[in-house]
Antibody, heavy 129, light 113 residues
């Protein structure tokens, strides 16, 4: 069974850093893109970014809202993806989810990850003083 | 403000049919990027419901169906059941300078009366 489990959430002060982990099992993590999303309390889903699979170069792509502050990496030897979050703000408070990216393809110089399945259960990050 | 536009809420009685629209633009759905749908039951993680506009993952009942035309897509649920009460999100990909990447609708809360 394919499973993703997030960890590392908690309470952090504004301006500090936090690293989340996403441990995958049931498949070879290097074969798929790994993606991070978040959902603020009572709000909708927001894409943070993804790291492509090895066949697609293992490169990253981020949402404009987090570019330069958040970094996604992966260690396929441990089947883990990471989300490094720096200079956290109160508005970064949310449940953070990781998910497997499916059906990658490249066209016109752009490599896309189409849909996301499955998702982990999420980890709560609260940024507060 | 979400790149894709969904109605905030829809409702229907058990057994009825409801549809949820997802409106995009020429930089996402209209550019040919597929639309995918997710169901989020209360206090749980999102679950893939429809992928590539019309396909259901294994285990998703055929009461759920998707369609896409032009710059819009729709999710239809027939034979509404109490367990369908959830939030539904559409997702696509955008190539505009300001929104490049994965984009979502704001979500639609389905209430089963």
């Amino acid at each position: 069974e394919v499973q993703l489990v997030e960890s590392g959430g908690g309470l952090v002060q504004p301006g500090r850093s936090l690293r989340l982990s996403c441990t995958v099992s049931g498949f070879t993590s290097g074969d798929y893109a790994l993606t991070w999303f978040r959902q603020a309390p009572g709000k909708g889903l927001e894409w943070i970014g993804f790291i492509r699979s090895k066949p697609y170069g293992g490169t990253t792509e981020y949402a404009a809202s987090v570019k330069g502050s958040f970094t996604i990496s992966r260690d396929d030897s441990k089947s883990i993806a990471y989300l490094q979050m720096n200079s956290l703000k109160i508005e970064d408070s949310a449940v953070y989810y990781c998910a497997t990216g499916r059906s990658e393809y490249c066209s016109g110089g752009r490599c896309v990850v189409r849909w996301f399945d499955p998702w982990g259960q999420g980890t709560l990050v609260t940024v507060s003083s | 403000q979400s790149v894709l536009t969904q109605p905030p809420s829809v409702s229907g009685a058990p057994g009825q049919r409801v549809t949820i629209s997802c409106t995009g633009s020429i930089s996402n759905i209209g550019a040919g990027y597929d639309v995918h749908w997710y169901q989020q039951l209360p206090r749980t993680a999102p679950k893939l419901l429809i992928y590539s506009n019309t396909y259901r993952p294994s285990g998703v009942p055929d009461r759920f169906s998707g369609s896409k035309s032009g710059t819009s897509a729709s999710l239809a649920i027939t034979g509404l059941q109490a367990e369908d009460e959830a939030d539904y999100y559409c997702q696509s990909y955008d190539t505009s300078l300001s929104n490049s990447g994965v984009v979502f609708g704001g979500g639609t809360k389905l209430t089963v009366l």
